[in-house]
């Protein structure tokens, strides 16, 4: 099993879900396009926060993100 995103988006928004996934136990690994793109030394607003859980918590996950969908 994988790795499979589930967030692509503001920095803000990828923050607060991973703290509602990490509420229920669930590891959330964060790939900050946007600081990367920084740091090397080209920025670009069309950059995006990516999320991404192993395949075999989606089931755990799944009522968490759509909620978090549904209130944005």
């Known amino acids: 099993m ?3 995103k589930i967030f692509s988006g503001s920095e803000i928004l990828a923050l607060g879900l991973k703290q509602k996934l990490e509420a229920i136990d669930l590891n959330v690994v ?3 396009n946007i600081q990367s793109a920084r740091l090397g030394g080209f920025g670009n607003a069309d950059l995006a926060v ?3 859980i ?4 989606y089931g755990k ?3 968490i993100i759509e909620e978090f ?3 944005l």
């Not at 192993?54 to 918590?57: F, G, I, Y």
């Open 2 to 4: 994988g790795l499979i």
């Open 30 to 32: 964060v790939k900050d």
């Open 50 to 52: 990516e999320l991404f």
């Open 54 to 57: 192993q395949e075999r918590d």
């Open 61 to 63: 996950a799944h009522p």
């Open 69 to 71: 969908r549904m209130n």
